[in-house]
């Protein structure tokens, strides 16, 4: 018995949602989500500003050359 109790014990601790490693683990995972948005909102505003950066640049060039 003394077997199954372990057993027992062992499935009613996984089944527990808030264990310490699953708490970790979804800590984990939400750091890691949180990573993934920032660098992704760092790389659309660099996008960004690359093509307001260009689209500035025509602006001055067609005004020069209406201008000329």
Known sequence: MDQLE???AF????????TPV???S???HRQA?????AEY???VTAREQVLVGTAVEE???SDVALAG
């Open 6 to 8: 372990r057993y027992l």
């Open 11 to 18: 499935r009613a601790l996984a089944a527990d949602p808030e």
């Open 22 to 24: 699953r708490r970790a």
């Open 26 to 28: 979804r800590r984990a």
């Open 33 to 37: 989500v949180a990573t993934r948005r």
């Open 41 to 43: 909102a760092r790389i």
């Open 59 to 61: 602006l001055r060039r």
